[in-house]
């Protein structure tokens, strides 16, 4: 999930704001979050922070309430605990880019081609399945080893990464 949750409150209670969780309503719900008082209410004040997960922000909340003498929203907290519950339950899928098919060199595949440049960026599996990523000069064959994926630009850019070819 990708949302930034905040925490705003009223001379009362404590909101939670962001939540993904929306409630069934008719079409003369103008809200659909699970508190209409985020929408309806125009003077709140937004407590510093924001917050990637669900569980984070409700337990921002209950300590902000607490700090405050506030109470804390019951439709927020049940929205709050239905999505942490949620994501939780939710698997991390991390997406791989899928392969152009085998690189110059024997054992990478090719994931990007870099003609003007003459290389390519290459990627193969360990035993554990981490990837490893490289430039591959295809006019040499050499491979030169990249940290992470996201060096390709600058390292290529610098230049000096194949000594036979003075890329």
Not at 41 to 58: E, I, N, Y
Not at 70 to 82: D, F, H, P, T
Not at 123 to 141: N, P
Request: aromatic share 4%; hydrophobic share 35%; net charge positive.
């Amino acid at each position: 999930m990708d949302a930034t949750i905040s925490l705003k409150y009223n001379s009362a209670t404590v909101h939670i704001d962001g939540l993904e969780v929306r409630t069934e309503g008719s079409e003369f719900n103008y809200s659909l979050t699970p508190c209409s008082a985020l929408t309806r209410s125009t003077r709140m004040c937004t407590a510093k922070g924001q917050h990637a997960t669900a569980a984070d922000a409700l337990a921002a909340a209950v300590s902000l309430a607490r700090s405050l003498g506030k109470k804390l929203c019951k439709n927020c907290v049940a929205a709050a605990e239905a999505q942490a519950a949620a994501e939780v339950a939710a698997p991390v899928v991390k997406t791989t880019r899928q392969a152009l098919g085998p690189a110059s060199v024997t054992g990478w595949e090719l994931l990007y081609d870099k003609p003007k440049q003459g290389c390519e960026v290459g990627r193969r599996f360990d035993a554990q399945g981490k990837a490893h990523y490289a430039l591959i000069c295809k006019t040499s064959g050499t491979v030169h080893r990249l940290a992470r994926l996201s060096d390709e630009g600058q390292v290529r850019k610098t230049g000096g990464w194949c000594p036979d070819c003075q890329h």
